[in-house]
């Protein structure tokens, strides 16, 4: 069965980086891009970003080209984004997501639980 | 940047009552490459339509989606009460990939 099990939930005071974690399992990890999604609360959802876990190939949303960086560990199967300069606007839950087919865009067909990040002084 | 504007912003009916939700493309989405998915309060989204009209794997067939270039439909035939939900439209036929605002459908 795939699974998507992601890193708890975070306190970060602005200006500081977070970094989520989201393991992976049931399918072969490198078959399948994985993106990232958050979502501001009673809001609806943003794109963030694109990787490949075979190559390690990235790709951002402008919004958030200078301060997000996602990467991958193929020997555990997990995916990490990283966030930095935090602001309070940033307050979201962060979903990873893994793409249904071996193209890059696709629609999502298995989601992570959500990570839960609060940005407050 | 594909802008999606979903409407209604939310949909008041009753269980067994036909809802259908729109979802409008600041252009025209590539091959159609359009998706509906429905989220439940505290949970992640669920996908239950792709490529504008096929249902994702263990969807019931009282899901349906349709539309073509601008203008794109999720129908739900019969509401069930485990249907009550938001939905959220996504265009993935280029980037950056973007999502509609979504539509709450809430028991009247």
């Known amino acids: 069965q795939v699974h998507l099990v992601q890193s708890g939930a975070e306190v970060k005071k602005p200006g500081a980086s977070i970094k989520i974690s989201c393991k992976t399992s049931?399918?072969?990890?490198?078959?399948?891009?994985i993106h990232w999604v958050r979502q501001a609360p009673g809001q609806g959802l943003e794109w963030m970003g694109i990787?490949?876990?075979?190559?390690?190939?990235?790709g951002y949303a402008q919004k958030f080209q200078d301060r997000v960086t996602m990467t991958r560990d193929t020997s555990t199967s997990t995916i990490y984004m990283e966030l930095s300069s935090l602001i309070s606007d940033d307050t979201a839950v962060y979903y990873c997501?893994?793409?249904?087919?071996?193209?890059?865009?696709?629609?999502?067909?298995?989601w992570g639980q959500g990570t839960m990040v609060t940005v407050s002084s | 940047e594909i802008v999606l504007t979903q409407s209604p912003g939310t949909l008041s009916l009753s269980p067994g009552e036909r809802a259908t939700l729109s979802c409008r493309a600041s252009?025209?989405?590539?091959?159609?490459?359009l998706a509906w998915y429905q989220q439940k309060p505290g949970q992640a989204p669920r996908l239950l339509i792709y490529?504008?009209?096929s249902r994702a794997t263990g969807i019931p067939d009282r899901f349906s989606g349709s539309g073509s270039g601008t203008d794109f439909t999720l129908t739900i035939r019969r509401l069930e009460p485990e249907d009550f939900a938001v939905y959220f439209c996504?265009?993935?036929?280029?980037?950056?990939?973007?999502f509609g605002g979504g539509t709450k459908v809430e028991i009247k």
């Open positions: 997501a893994r793409v249904g087919g071996n193209s890059g865009y696709r629609p999502f067909d298995i």
């Open positions: 049931g399918y072969t990890f490198t078959k399948f891009y």
């Open positions: 490529d504008t009209s």
């Open positions: 252009q025209s989405v590539t091959s159609n490459y």
């Open positions: 996504q265009q993935y036929g280029g980037s950056p990939l973007t």
């Open positions: 990787i490949n876990p075979s190559g390690g190939s990235t």
